[in-house]
Every structure is written in C-alpha cells, then in structure tokens.
C-alpha cells in the first residue's frame, strides 16, 4: 500500500521540553493505525501537530506527498484529514438526526442560512439516514442527542465526522471512558468504517487496538519505542516496560 500521511523528523518543544522528538511516522493508504502509549507520550502532542493546532519546532508532515507542514488547520481539513474532536461537539437538544444533517448542510457549504431554513436542512435526510444506519443508529434518529448512551453518543460523533466525507480520519481516543460492551462495538464500528478510507486513532490501552489495527506505533516520552501488528508490539520487552504497573499492556 502507498503512504498517505508521513512524518520526517517531527519535533515539538514548550520552552525547553521535548514533547515530541524526531517522531517519522507512515500511515498506509486504507490502513487502520494505531497510535499508542501511556500517559505522557505525546499521542495527542503528535495528534495537534499532525492537525495544525500546534506548529512543530523541527521536521517535516507530508500528504499524499504533498509536503503541508505550513498549511492552516482549515486547510489540512479541505484535503480531507478530519479529527473527530473538531465536530464531536454534539447538540444535546437536538436528535441524531438532526446533528447529522447540520453537519451535511456545514460540508455542502451554505451559510448559516441553514439554521433559519428547514428545507434546507430536510434536503440531507436521506444521507443524514445512511449514515445513522452506519454506525447503528438509524432507530435512534429521532433521540436527542444528550439522552443516548455515552457509546452511542460517541457514535453519532463519528456520523457527523463521516459526514465530512474525510479520506483520512483520526480519531483521539475513541472509547475513552465506555465500558467493555460499549468497547466491542465501536471496535466493531471503527472497523465497518474504515473500508475505503484511512484511520489514525491515538489509544491509551494496547489491548483495545489487538483485534482492530493493521499496524501500531507506541510512543513513549515523545519517541518511537516500537512499531509494528499487536503480535510483534505487544511481546516487545520495551513495550512491556513501558506499560508495566499500568494496567494495560
């Protein structure tokens, strides 16, 4: 598979500390990739970066080869990297439905007009529906969002980002906080929605990534400690180390 996203040497310092050190990172074209690391590694530091809401002190991002490091995080979103943060905001009032086209009607373009007009909101029900049906959620549709399940509430978040229409999609921590059922399925959905696009998902735990990832890379204090599938980073005596007494190797 060809390389979508690319590092070259990437390094982030906050006034003398070294949050991310000479981090070259390659995510394949329609690959699930997961980066992870215990507390502190500098996961989210990398994630900022990669999503221009932090410029790197040193080194170089490329996608698709095209070398963006300079660009605005308005532009990285046009080519099509979308991070589920930036649209995870859910409207607690409204029901899945209805946060699913708003974000349409905000892909399509328009103005604020769209707040005014329930036409034009009604025109993205069709779409708003296929993605709720998705990331099972098409029976919810008519739910407001603050009365989901935090898993479901997650989910929908991820309908929303679809809706962007990303190529590649990253994902900060995406079944933070949820329990193990909760856990299984949006595993389960991360996988059903990766075909034909690209996933970077930051993770704390190693284990949540074994069954869902195509390759892994594990950072610690801001560097590469290993990469590689579940079955070649989790017997690494390094990786072991790293996480011994966490919990979650």
Known sequence: MSILLETKGLTK??????????????????????????????KTTVFNLLT????????????????????APASIARLGVVRSFQISATFPQLTALE???????????????????????ERHNARALSLLEDVNLAEFADTRAGELSYGRKRALEIATTLALEPDLLLLDEPMAGMAHEEIGR?????????VGRTVLMVEHNLGVVA???????????????AEGDYATVSKDPRVIEAYMGTGHA
């Not at 221009?52 to 660009?71: E, H, M, N, Q, W």
């Not at 069954?211 to 801001?222: A, H, M, N, P, Y």
């Open 186 to 194: 949006i595993a389960a959905l991360i996988k059903r929605i990766a």
């Open 211 to 225: 069954d869902l990832c195509d390759k892994i890379t594990v950072l610690r204090s801001g560097e590469i400690l």
């Open 52 to 71: 221009k809401f932090l410029k790197p002190t040193a080194g170089r991002i490329l996608y698709d080869g095209r070398d963006v490091t300079s660009l």
């Open 99 to 121: 946060n699913v086209r708003i974000a349409l009607a905000a892909k399509a373009g328009g103005s604020f007009a769209f707040w005014r007009s329930d036409k034009t909101l």
């Open 13 to 42: 310092e906050f006034r003398g500390f070294v949050a991310v050190r000479s981090v070259d990172l390659a995510v394949e074209r329609g690959a699930i990739h997961a980066l992870i690391g215990p507390n502190g590694a500098g």
